[in-house]
Nanobody, 132 residues
């Protein structure tokens, strides 16, 4: 069974940092594209970052320079390190992954915009709240 599980969310003051984790089971990240999305209340999803299977990473302008995406192959976990957090970063954060070749399953999709259709596996989300 393919599963993505996010963790690491929480409440933090402006200027603080959090590291979100996305752990996969049933497949490995290292050859597949994955992404981090977020959704604030009342808003559409926003693509935060895409990490391609070859390790290249792109970040949205809203978070560029404040995030680091990394992969721990031993733990099959992708991390989203977020620094200098701002109140506008408050959202539920989802990780999503491209279905590997030969797989036919999918999990409930959490977002529908910003290229979300490229990803067939989604986690349940983790809440990040930034406030003073």
């Amino acid at each position: 069974e393919v599963k993505l599980v996010e963790s690491g969310g929480g409440s933090v003051q402006p200027g603080g940092s959090l590291r979100l984790s996305c752990t996969a089971s049933g497949f490995t990240f290292d050859d597949n594209d994955m992404a981090w999305y977020r959704q604030a209340p009342g808003n559409e999803c926003e693509l935060v970052s895409i990490r391609s299977g070859d390790g290249n990473t792109d970040a949205a302008d809203s978070v560029a320079g404040r995030i680091i995406v990394s992969l721990d192959n031993n733990k099959n976990t992708v991390y989203l390190q977020m620094n200098d957090l701002k109140p506008e970063d408050t959202a539920v954060y989802f990780c999503a992954a491209e279905r590997p070749r030969g797989f036919r399953t999918s999990t409930p999709q959490r977002c529908y915009n910003d290229y979300a259709g490229l990803f067939q596996y989604w986690g349940q989300g983790t809440q990040v709240t930034v406030s003073s």
